[in-house]
């Protein structure tokens, strides 16, 4: 069993920044693929970015390539997801999930609660 727990969210202006984390307690999370996604109101869930158990492969959607950057430190059991030139279309809910490499959340066993982030225009 792994427990995700997200924080780092909140209010930014546009074009600002924002580091999100995901600290995982119970099993690590080193043997899994870490994913991010967001839901913004009244919109399905969607993925964001992933990273791979190796660090080696990440994969984005295309709305956040080359602003969003994903990473893992295996030893400390958590996630990031650095947010840069952050957009008010950016603002949802954003969740860190534990599973395999996918950009579907049916590939992902294990959620965090979610933390927000806006972004105002």
């Known amino acids: 069993q792994v427990q995700l727990v997200e924080s780092g969210g909140g209010l930014v202006q546009a074009g600002g920044s924002l580091r999100l984390s995901c600290a995982a307690s119970?099993?690590?999370?080193?043997?899994?693929?870490m994913g991010w996604f967001r839901q913004a109101p009244g919109k399905e869930r969607e993925f964001v970015s992933a990273?791979?158990?190796?660090?080696?492969?990440?994969v984005y959607t295309d709305s956040v390539k080359g602003r969003f950057t994903i990473s893992r430190d295996n030893a400390k059991n958590t996630v990031y997801l650095q947010m840069n030139s952050l957009k008010p279309e950016d603002t949802a809910v954003y969740y860190c999930?534990?599973?395999?490499?996918?950009?579907?959340?049916?590939?992902?066993?294990?959620w965090g609660q979610g933390t927000q982030v806006t972004v105002s225009s």
């Open positions: 990273i791979r158990r190796s660090s080696i492969t990440t």
């Open positions: 999930a534990a599973g395999t490499y996918s950009r579907s959340s049916r590939s992902y066993d294990y």
């Open positions: 119970g099993r690590t999370v080193s043997s899994y693929t």
